[in-house]
C-alpha cells in the first residue's frame, strides 16, 4: 500500500526585521513486526535523520528558512508498506530467563515519566500474580486485570501517566498501555508501548512485552475490553464496523494477548523518546510521537520570527493518489478547521468545517466546533442547533467528553440569549456526568452560580 504523510503550515506572517524558520521532527514509520516500510521521498530535503537502534525509531528533522513571500508551507514523506496479521503462537513453557545486564532489558525495566513505578503499581502488581512464576502466565493476568478493572475516559494531557491514571483506574489507549507496562516492568518484565495510526481514522497505542527467544510481543488491553461482553465504550455495530475495518478476525478479548490485526501503520516505539541533532547542535525528547508536529508530546514544531497566530497540522493519506497536492491541500483545509478556530481565523474555520460535515454529518466533533464559529459570530441559534447535533452526533471512545463541552457551550449560549432556565439544566447535566476534561465541571459550577457573559474587549 502506499502512503504518505504531509504537514501543512499556513497564515505565515513574518515578524518585521527577524529571519523566519521553522523546525519540524516527524517519525518516520519503521519495518517491525507485521509490518515493512521502505521510504520512497522526503521533501524538502531534511536535514538529518535520527536513529535509535534500540527501539528502531527513525526521526526526520526539516528546518525550512525560505519563506519569504510565503504565506504557506508543506512539509511530506511517501512510502510504500505492506502489513500482515502478528500471531505469536507462544509456548509458554519455552519462556527463557531474562539477560538483565542487556541495554535492552534495563531500558524497558525501568520506572520513567508517564510509566512510573510507584509503591501501589508493585503491591498491585504482586497480588494480581500472586504466586505465579512464567513471565507469559504473569503478564497474561495483569493483562486481564487492566482490562476488567480500566474505564476508558478520555483524559487531559495533565493527567496522563501510570501514576494518576492507575489510581483513577481510567484512561485512554494510551493511559491503558502504560498503567499496563508500568505493573509488568515492576516485576521484571521490560515492556514499552507502540503507537500507530489507523488506515481509516486516527491513532492508537498497544503495548509489547518481551518473551524470549519470541521477541517482543502485542499487547491491546484497549482493543481487547472493546471485545468484552456487554462493553458501553461503543455500541455493538460500531464495534463490529471497527473489527471489519482493522480486520480482527474473532471477537475475542484473548486473542489480543499476543496477537495484533493487520489494517494500521506503527510509527513510533517507547515513551520519552530522545532526539539529538549533531547537525544542528539540538537535544529533544517527547512523551510520544503520533508522528510528529502537534500530534505529538510536547509538540515537535518551532517557529522563529513568525508572528503567533501561524497554523500546521499534519497527517495521513493512503492509496494510489496519497501523493497528489491538490488532494492533500483539500484534506488539510478540513484538518487545519480546529486550529483555524483557534486561532480567531473563523471564515477559513467555517469553511473547512463544512467540508468535513459534507463528509460526516453525524460527527459530533466537528458539530461541536462549528457550534463555537457561529457562538464567535454571534449566530447563536445556529451554535444551538450545532451543540445540539454534538451532543446527539458521533464521536465513539470520546462522545463523553464531547457531551460536556457542548452541554456547557449551550448553557452559555441561553445564557446569553436569556434563557437562565435552559442554561441551568445544561450545567446540571454537566455535573451528572461528572466529566471535568478541560475543567468541565469547574465551568458548569461557576455558570451556575453566575450567569455566563460576553466580555467585549475594547477597541484601542
Not at 342 to 354: M, T, V
Not at 364 to 374: D, E, R
Request: net charge positive.
Amino acid at each position: 500500500m502506499k502512503g504518505c504523510y504531509w504537514f501543512f503550515v499556513d497564515n505565515i506572517k513574518i515578524k518585521k526585521g527577524e529571519s523566519p524558520e521553522i523546525l519540524l521532527l516527524a517519525a518516520l514509520p519503521m519495518t517491525h513486526k507485521g509490518q515493512k516500510v521502505e521510504i520512497k521521498k522526503i521533501y524538502p530535503d531534511p536535514i538529518e535523520i535520527v536513529e535509535d537502534r534500540l527501539s528502531g525509531n527513525r526521526i526526520v528533522i526539516w528546518q525550512q528558512s525560505n519563506l519569504k513571500e510565503r504565506k504557506g508551507f508543506y512539509f511530506y514523506y511517501d512510502f510504500e508498506v505492506s502489513v500482515s496479521e502478528v500471531k505469536s503462537n507462544i509456548d509458554p513453557k519455552k519462556i527463557e530467563r531474562y539477560d538483565q545486564k542487556t541495554r535492552g532489558y534495563k531500558r524497558y525495566t525501568k520506572s520513567e515519566p508517564w510509566i512510573e513505578i510507584t509503591d501501589g503499581i508493585k503491591k498491585k502488581a504482586k497480588k494480581i500474580i500472586s504466586s505465579e512464576t512464567n513471565p507469559y502466565y504473569q503478564a497474561k493476568k495483569i493483562f486481564d486485570w487492566v482490562v476488567k478493572n480500566m474505564t476508558y475516559q478520555y483524559p487531559d494531557i495533565k493527567e496522563r501517566g501510570a501514576t494518576q491514571s492507575f489510581k483513577k483506574r481510567k484512561g485512554d489507549c494510551g493511559e491503558f498501555s502504560v498503567v499496563f507496562c508500568a505493573l509488568c516492568r515492576s516485576i521484571g518484565i521490560p515492556a514499552r508501548t507502540v503507537t500507530c495510526v489507523w488506515f481509516v481514522g486516527s491513532g492508537h497505542q498497544w503495548a509489547e512485552i518481551l518473551l524470549p527467544p519470541y521477541g517482543w510481543v502485542p499487547v491491546d488491553t484497549t482493543t481487547a475490553q472493546l471485545l468484552m461482553p456487554h462493553c458501553n465504550i461503543l455500541s455493538e455495530e460500531e464495534i463490529k464496523k471497527f473489527m471489519e475495518t482493522c480486520k480482527i478476525p474473532v471477537k475475542d478479548p484473548d486473542y489480543l494477548f499476543g496477537n495484533l490485526y493487520p489494517n494500521r501503520l506503527i510509527v513510533s516505539i517507547g515513551n520519552n523518546i530522545k532526539v539529538n541533532s549533531k547537525k544542528l547542535e539540538i537535544k529533544r525528547k517527547f512523551r510520544f510521537l503520533q508522528p510528529g508536529g502537534y500530534t505529538c508530546y510536547p509538540p515537535s514544531i518551532e517557529f522563529k520570527g513568525i508572528i503567533a497566530d501561524v497554523v500546521g497540522g499534519g497527517f495521513y493519506l493512503f492509496g494510489d493518489n496519497c501523493n497528489d497536492l491538490k488532494n492533500a491541500r483539500d484534506k488539510a483545509q478540513r484538518v487545519l478547521a480546529g486550529q483555524y478556530l483557534e486561532k480567531g481565523l473563523l471564515k477559513k474555520a467555517e469553511k473547512g468545517l463544512k467540508k468535513k460535515l459534507e463528509d460526516n454529518k453525524k460527527n459530533a466533533v466537528t458539530w461541536l466546533q462549528m457550534g463555537q464559529v457561529y457562538m464567535k459570530t454571534k449566530r447563536y441559534d445556529k451554535a444551538i442547533e450545532s451543540f445540539t447535533n454534538a451532543i446527539s452526533g458521533k464521536a465513539g471512545s470520546i462522545k463523553h467528553v464531547i457531551e460536556a463541552l457542548a452541554h456547557n457551550l449551550l448553557g452559555n449560549c441561553y445564557d446569553i440569549k436569556g434563557e437562565r432556565k435552559l442554561a441551568i439544566e445544561q450545567y446540571n447535566k454537566v455535573l451528572n456526568r461528572n466529566i471535568n476534561f478541560q475543567g468541565a465541571v469547574d465551568h458548569a459550577k461557576k455558570y451556575l452560580k453566575k450567569p455566563f457573559k460576553i466580555i467585549e474587549r475594547k477597541k484601542r
